[in-house]
Structure formats: C-alpha cells, structure tokens
C-alpha cells in the first residue's frame, strides 16, 4: 500500500501563490508517476499535473505556465507551485500516485485526502 499526505492549502485572493507538498509512504517502489489533481465543487475530479519516475511531465492545459510540478524520486515527495491564482482555481487538491501492480504495466491510483485551496476574488 502507498499512503500520501498532502499540505499547503489555504485561503489567498487572486494573484497570490501557495505551494502544495505531498509526501508518499509504504510501498513507494512500486510507485511509475506522481502528480496533482482537484475537484471543484459539482464538477469531476480532473488532472492538474503529472511527473513520472522518467521525468515526463504532463500539465493541464487551464495551467496556461502558471503551475510548476517538482519531484524528488528518491524521497517520495512531489510539490505543485501555483501563481497567478484565479477564483476558478478553487477547488480539494489530491495528491495522487499511479503504483505498478504487474509485469504488464497495470496500475492502481493511491490518493491523499485532499487539501482546500480557496481563492477570492
């Protein structure tokens, strides 16, 4: 099992920055990527970012360079740097990691439970 712990989240007002932290534990071996999502309120869950144990990154496209994904494989952490905040940012920010299961490539997705990341307008 992955457990996944994030940190960061707050209230800022538009403009303003907050850093998120994730932090993985257990089996993080098995872990192939790690990354970002959130979920608005009446909305789905949708990809923020993404970064592989290779170093492919993968970001959203409502990021538009105002998030930067940081990974630190050996330690099992991940980070998402968010400037430029806009009120549509709102949102529960998961912390997610995709954990090899079989020699085929099969994967299951480990989550956190959430952090608020509110932004007025």
């Known amino acids: 099992q992955v457990q996944l712990v994030e940190s960061g989240g707050g209230l800022v007002q538009a403009g303003g920055s907050l850093r998120l932290s994730c932090a993985a534990s257990?089996?993080?071996?098995?872990?192939?990527?790690m990354g970002w999502y959130r979920q608005a309120p009446g909305k789905q869950r949708e990809l923020v970012a993404v970064r592989t144990n290779g170093g492919t990154t993968h970001y959203a496209s409502f990021v538009k360079g105002r998030f930067t994904i940081s990974r630190d494989n050996a330690k099992n952490t991940v980070n998402l740097q968010m400037n430029s905040l806009r009120p549509e940012d709102t949102a529960v920010y998961y912390c997610?990691?995709?954990?090899?299961?079989?020699?085929?490539?099969?994967?299951?997705?480990?989550w956190g439970q959430g952090t608020q990341v509110t932004v007025s307008s």
């Open positions: 997610n990691a995709d954990a090899t299961v079989n020699i085929e490539g099969a994967a299951v997705q480990h």
């Open positions: 257990g089996r993080t071996r098995s872990i192939s990527a």
